[in-house]
């Protein structure tokens, strides 16, 4: 029975992934909310940064709450609070710190206490594909644009963008809390029946289970938070100015940007699952140095493009190896550090999220403003990539926790 039971979480869990995911759609409010309040391209893109920081951050403390409470109260919490942040941002007009604090903090509290629970769980229900299902379950976040980027850009044209912040908020609370409600955990000491690990992998894991504090002591630990922070510091600024950079480089109307956006959120999504796969095949720390080798090519010719469909797809693979981070390293943490604590240990790790959410986009923002253009931005990104290959490779599993 739990062997099934076990697919139906980590089916409630893409669902509760895929309306937290919808942030990432950030970029067709942009313009609007610019147009309306006369707010700067900066101002309005720091809301999204406020958001994905406040979510590194709460993630960790959902983390720890998720030991004590378990999983479904964390879900549910997370996803009312969540669903209320984008409903309150429709009272905007009180001003831009309103929408800061609503969908920024407010939302962002939400997202992170709801994002963390399906990854701690899953590693706990599939330890037989560790990589593949955490992969499957944060992959629902990347498709959460697919879905709610061409739907807010025609809320947005015929209600206007406040009151599409209201339909959504409501839409969100109602997803979230009903996929938070699925979410538990396995009993202990349960594994999938007639499963035991190959040598291999036992190779690429520790022995034993490490609390937070004896994994904060260890140089790995470090290690798996600075991969985080410079993967997703290269793919969300592409994200972060998604729209408007297509429509330089294509010369594209707000309706096709908005279209290459969901396209390109596909890649997101599909990242998550295939490199997570790919890390059950190859290792974790081979499949991130694949990554970021793919990545400096990728970002060096951007700019030097100009057809839709090839812009399309450039940045589909650069979103795959977005995408690609957060399908892997929670089944990178696990295998490091075990699955008891993974809910702290990787909850603190997304505090890298955050802090590349305020580096990536403001970097690729401050450069396009002062180049007028934003191929040196890009270019930027592509050498930190290529530096950043060795790091992957000196990794290797701790010593077991005394």
């Known amino acids: 029975m739990n062997s099934m039971k076990r697919w139906w979480i980590a089916l409630a869990g893409i669902l509760l ?31 999204f940064t406020i958001a994905i920081f406040v979510l590194g951050v709460a993630a960790f ?25 984008v409903f309150l941002a429709s009272y905007s007009s009180i001003g831009l710190w309103w929408l800061y604090l609503t969908y920024g903090v407010l939302g962002g509290v939400g997202l992170g206490f709801a994002y963390i629970v399906p990854v701690a769980v899953l590693v706990k229900w599939f330890p037989d594909r560790r990589g593949l299902m955490t992969g499957v379950a944060v992959g629902g976040f990347g498709a959460g644009a697919l879905v709610t980027a061409p739907i807010a850009t025609h809320l947005i044209q015929t209600v ?25 955990n396995p009993p202990d000491g ?3 029946e007639g499963w035991t690990p190959k040598l291999k992998e036992i190779g690429q894991k520790t022995a034993k289970d490490f609390t937070l504090g004896q994994a904060l002591r260890t140089w790995q630990w470090w290690a798996l938070w600075l991969l985080l922070f410079l993967n997703t510091s290269a793919g969300i600024s592409v994200i972060s ?33 295939f490199w997570a796969w790919v890390s059950d095949l190859l290792s974790r720390k081979v499949t991130f140095a694949v990554m970021f080798l793919l990545q400096v090519g990728l970002f060096w010719l951007l700019p030097s493009l100009q057809a839709v469909s090839v812009i399309t797809f450039v940045a589909f693979v650069i979103l795959m190896c ?39 986009p403001l970097l690729i ?27 992957p490779l000196l990794v290797k599993p701790p010593a077991p926790a005394a």
């Open 17 to 47: 992934q895929m309306a937290l995911g919808a942030v990432y759609a950030w970029s067709v409010f942009r313009v609007p909310l610019s147009k309306q309040f006369h707010w700067t391209i900066s101002q309005v893109t720091l809301t």
């Open 61 to 85: 403390f959902g983390g720890l709450w998720l030991k004590q409470s378990g999983p479904r109260v964390v879900a549910l919490t997370g996803g009312v609070l969540y669903g209320l942040g």
């Open 160 to 184: 206007g963008v406040l009151k599409t912040f209201s339909y959504l908020g409501l839409v969100y609370l109602v997803v979230a809390t009903a996929a938070g409600f699925f979410m538990q």
């Open 190 to 192: 349960w594994l999938p």
């Open 241 to 273: 100015q998604e729209a408007p950079m297509f429509q330089e480089f294509a010369k594209a109307t707000a309706i096709v940007a908005a279209g290459m956006v969901g396209i390109v959120s596909i890649g997101n999504a599909a990242g998550r699952v």
């Open 322 to 360: 977005y995408g690609g981070g957060f399908g892997t390293m929670p089944a990178f943490a696990a295998d490091y550090f075990g699955s008891t604590n993974v809910g702290s240990i990787y909850g603190l790790m997304l505090t890298a999220w955050g802090f590349a959410s305020a580096f990536g």
């Open 365 to 391: 923002a401050h450069m396009r403003q002062s180049s007028g253009a934003y191929s040196g931005g890009l270019h930027v990104i592509a050498v930190i990539m290529l530096i950043s290959i060795v790091l």
